[in-house]
C-alpha cells in the first residue's frame, strides 16, 4: 500500500493531522493497533479548554509537595516502586514549574491554546458533529472563600494577559445553576469561552468518518515496525506493509515505542488517571461540566451518564490500575452531587502523555528526513488535537505555518 503520509496513532492528535491532510488533498493512511479514539482520546474530561493557557505545574510551595507526598491525596497519587524511574523526569518538571519559567511557558502555549476552538471549529461543520458540542462553558466550583477569592484573581490575569472570559459565580448563583447539589459551596469562576463534549469517544470517530470521506484510510498495525523503507517510511499493518514519503508519530504515551528504535531519547512521562460513569439519582441531574476544585475531580454530564474524571496517577505507563484516586472521590462526590449506581463494570483508565516543561513535541524529527513529530499534549490533547493537526499539515506541505512552531521543537530537548 502506497501513500502520501504515514500517521501513526488515533487519537485526537493523530486522526486530526491525518484530516488536515486529507482535506489538503494528500493520501494518507492512518495506523492503529486498537480502534481511532479507543485509548486517552476516550476517557478525557470532554472540555475544548480555551483557557487552557497555564498548564498543569508541579507545586512549588513545601507544604503542598508534602501533602502530594503522602500520597493519600484525592487529586494525585503515586506508585513508589516506580519514583526513581520517575525521579530525573520529576525534577525537570519542578524547574519549569518555577513561577518565572511558568510564565514563560504559558505565553510560549497559549498560541496554540488560543486557536484550539477554531481549529475544532472547522472539523466539526466539515463532519457535522454539532450535536456533540455545547458552547456554554464549564464550571470550576470552591469549597472555601479564600479558594475562590484566590482563583478569581487569577482568572482576572487570564483575562487581561490572554483575553480569556469568564463570570464569577457566588455561592446562591452556583446553587440556581446547581439546583440539585447536595451541600452548599462558596462559589465559582466560570469559564465562558470553552466549549465541552458530550460524547469524546464519538466526536473522534465522527471525525474519522470524515477522514475515510475525503480519501484518507484508517488501518489495524504496530508502530514498532516503523522503520525507513528507500526514501520514505514503511510500517506494518493487518493488510500487509504501508509505505509513504513521509511518517507521523502521534502515539501519544506510546511514542517511545517508535522514537527510542530510532536513537531518539525524549523526556516523556505519562498522568495516568481514571473515570467511571454513573446514573442520576432518579428526579435529579447535574446541568454542567463541573470541577470540585479543591479535592481534585471532575464531573461531566455524558451522555453515558455523569462521568467523574480524576487527576493524576505517577506510574509506569503499562504498570496495572490502581484506581485509588477514583475511589477516594468517589465517597466525596457521592455527598455534593446527584450520584446513583454506577454504569461501568470497571474503572477506565488512560494516560497523559507529558514533557517536563508542559508543553507538546511537535515538528520534523531532528535527524531523520520525512519523520514528524506530534506527541506529549498532557491533559490538553482533546483541546489541542485539530489545531497541532494544521500546524504540522502546513509545515509538512510547505506552506506558511499559523503560528510559530519553533517553541514546540523536539530540537529543544537533547534528543
Given at each position: ?149 484566590a482563583a478569581l484573581r487569577e482568572a482576572e490575569r487570564i483575562k487581561a494577559e490572554f483575553g480569556v472570559n469568564h463570570a464569577p ?164 462526590a457521592r455527598q455534593l452531587a446527584p450520584l446513583g449506581e454506577r454504569i461501568d463494570p470497571q474503572p477506565w483508565m488512560g494516560a ?64
Amino acid at each position: 500500500m502506497q501513500a502520501d503520509v504515514l500517521v501513526l496513532g488515533a487519537g485526537i492528535v493523530g486522526v486530526s493531522l491525518a484530516l488536515n491532510l486529507a482535506l489538503r488533498g494528500r493520501s494518507v493512511l492512518l495506523v492503529d493497533r486498537r480502534g481511532p479514539g479507543e485509548e486517552t482520546s476516550f476517557g478525557n474530561a470532554g472540555l475544548i479548554q480555551r483557557e487552557g493557557v497555564v498548564p498543569y505545574g508541579f507545586p512549588q510551595d513545601l507544604p503542598t509537595i508534602l501533602r502530594h507526598g503522602r500520597n493519600r491525596s484525592t487529586d494525585s497519587a503515586y506508585h513508589p516502586r516506580a519514583l526513581p524511574g520517575l525521579a530525573p523526569f520529576l525534577g525537570r518538571y519542578w524547574w519549569h514549574s518555577r513561577l518565572s519559567s511558568h510564565r514563560r511557558i504559558q505565553r510560549l502555549y497559549e498560541p496554540l491554546i488560543r486557536h484550539s476552538l477554531a481549529e475544532h471549529g472547522v472539523l466539526i461543520d466539515k463532519a457535522g458533529a454539532g450535536d456533540l458540542i455545547r458552547k456554554d462553558g464549564w464550571i470550576k466550583a470552591f469549597r472555601t472563600a479564600p479558594a475562590l477569592e484566590a482563583a478569581l484573581r487569577e482568572a482576572e490575569r487570564i483575562k487581561a494577559e490572554f483575553g480569556v472570559n469568564h463570570a464569577p459565580l457566588d455561592g446562591a448563583g452556583l446553587a440556581a445553576r446547581e439546583p440539585d447539589l447536595a451541600l452548599p459551596l462558596a462559589g465559582a469562576v466560570h469559564w465562558t469561552d470553552p466549549w465541552t463534549i458530550a460524547d469524546p469517544h464519538a466526536l473522534v470517530a465522527a471525525y474519522v468518518r470524515l477522514l475515510e470521506a475525503s480519501g484518507g484510510r484508517f488501518l489495524k498495525g504496530d508502530a514498532a515496525t516503523l522503520a525507513p523503507a528507500g526514501a520514505g517510511w514503511r510500517v506494518e499493518t493487518a493488510e500487509g506493509t504501508a509505505e509513504a514519503g513521509a511518517a507521523v508519530i502521534a502515539l501519544g504515551p506510546w511514542a517511545d515505542v517508535a522514537t527510542r528504535k530510532l536513537g531518539y531519547r525524549l523526556p516523556l512521562a505519562v498522568k495516568r488517571g481514571y473515570h467511571m460513569h454513573y446514573e442520576a439519582q432518579p428526579g435529579k441531574r447535574l446541568n454542567n461540566w463541573l470541577m470540585d476544585a479543591e479535592v481534585g475531580y471532575m464531573l461531566a454530564p455524558m451522555r453515558q451518564g455523569i462521568r467523574i474524571t480524576t487527576g493524576a496517577e505517577f506510574a509506569q505507563r503499562d504498570a496495572p490500575q490502581t484506581p485509588v484516586q477514583l475511589e477516594r472521590v468517589e465517597r466525596i462526590a457521592r455527598q455534593l452531587a446527584p450520584l446513583g449506581e454506577r454504569i461501568d463494570p470497571q474503572p477506565w483508565m488512560g494516560a497523559r502523555p507529558c514533557t517536563p516543561d508542559m508543553m507538546p513535541i511537535i515538528g520534523p524529527a531532528p535527524r531523520h528526513k520525512g519523520l514528524w513529530f506530534a506527541f506529549g499534549h498532557a491533559h490538553h490533547g482533546m483541546t489541542l488535537g485539530p489545531a497541532t493537526g494544521r500546524l504540522v499539515a502546513e509545515m509538512m506541505l510547505g506552506e506558511s505555518p499559523y503560528i510559530d512552531p519553533a517553541p514546540y521543537a523536539a530540537t529543544r530537548f537533547r534528543a
